[in-house]
């Protein structure tokens, strides 16, 4: 990428995660290009869709949870590591009103930018499960893409809720009791 064009599509992804915590993933593309001082064209260049900027905007917040995750699996207490890697999802949705809705959306949508996030994170999510239920202390009967969506109506539930700021908590503790084995 030129230097020029990676300029743009630095300040288009620093006004952009700008825009999603202040008006959540909905903001106006229009507004997000101007406030980067580009025009729309070249927001599409980069990103032809919205969910595609969307997914550049998290993926360092993906790496992040990725992180997390390879440190929790040497966790003492398997059940716990997996909880709390949920809870790390819940805040990091939380921040942006509009992303649990986006991310239940891809799970259905594999073409979808967003779902190229969303892999990964199945596969650490599965891995962290895959401890517990040896562990035997999570169901065997319970699945990574249940969980992912439950982990989301959360952060949505979260989200439409902020005057609650031990909602997460509670339902993650929900949760717990219903997958413990």
């Known amino acids: 990428m030129r230097a020029d064009a990676r300029r743009n599509y630095e300040r288009l992804l620093t006004e952009a995660r700008t825009a999603f915590t202040e008006h959540g993933t909905d903001a106006s593309l229009e507004d ?7 025009g729309i064209g070249t927001l599409y260049r980069h990103f032809p869709n919205r969910t595609a900027l969307m997914s550049a905007v998290f993926q360092d917040e993906v790496d992040k949870l990725l992180a997390r995750s390879r440190e929790l699996l040497a966790a003492p207490e398997p059940c716990r590591a997996l909880v709390d890697w949920l809870r790390a999802i819940v805040t990091h949705a939380s921040t942006y009103r509009g992303l649990s809705r986006a991310l239940m959306a891809a799970q259905s949508d594999e073409a979808s930018a ?3 996030c969303s892999t990964p994170m199945r596969a650490a999510g599965s891995t ?20 992912m969506q439950l982990t989301n109506a959360i952060s949505l539930a979260v989200e439409q809720s902020p005057e609650d700021p031990e909602l997460a908590d509670r339902l993650l503790k929900l949760t717990l009791r219903g997958i413990q084995g």
């Open 32 to 38: 997000i290009a101007r406030r980067a001082e580009v």
């Open 114 to 116: 967003l779902s190229r």
């Open 128 to 147: 962290l499960l895959a401890r517990a239920q040896q562990a035997g202390v999570v169901r065997p009967d319970v699945g990574i893409a249940d969980l």
